[in-house]
């Protein structure tokens, strides 16, 4: 089993945002559900965002309930430092993010990370009202 602990940097606004919003809800009676975003940020061995980058979590993200802040997460982390350069892990399901700390499942990944099986735990660090927020996850992956 491979234990990963990294920081997920999630920057919506700004000169240079790593996530924009790609799909808006076709009416305001539906709130947020459906808003969707692209996302390429990067993945950090500490919370600042000036820590050595160890990766890039590439995908999209959607809010996906009508009555909650949940988002259905379909991420690739893909690592560029030592011996996981080059792999990735993939990350499909509920990111319930108003918890404390939430469970994700790894469903796949490559090189290093073929056949990978596991779970992310989330924990918000940071996060203010434009919607940036930074999030650790320790990741937990069997893989051949």
Not at 63 to 76: K, P
Not at 103 to 116: D, K, L, N, Q, T
């Amino acid at each position: 089993m491979t234990r990963l602990h990294f920081y997920f940097h999630d920057i919506v606004d700004g000169k240079n945002p790593t996530a924009m919003q790609i799909i808006r809800p076709p009416n305001k009676s539906a709130g947020s559900f459906g808003m969707t975003f692209m996302a390429d940020d990067p993945l950090t061995e500490k919370p600042e965002p000036t820590s050595k980058l160890v990766g890039r979590a590439q995908g999209i993200y959607a809010l996906a309930s009508q009555h909650d802040i949940d988002l259905l997460m379909v991420m690739n982390f893909a690592f560029s430092e030592g011996i996981y350069n080059g792999s990735s892990l993939c990350i499909l399901g509920r990111n319930a993010v108003l918890n404390t700390v939430w469970e994700m499942p790894i469903v796949g990944g490559s090189g290093i990370f073929r056949f990978a099986r596991g779970y992310a735990l989330a924990k918000t660090v940071w996060f203010n009202k434009n919607g940036n927020a930074v999030v650790e996850y320790n990741v937990s992956a069997v893989h051949y």
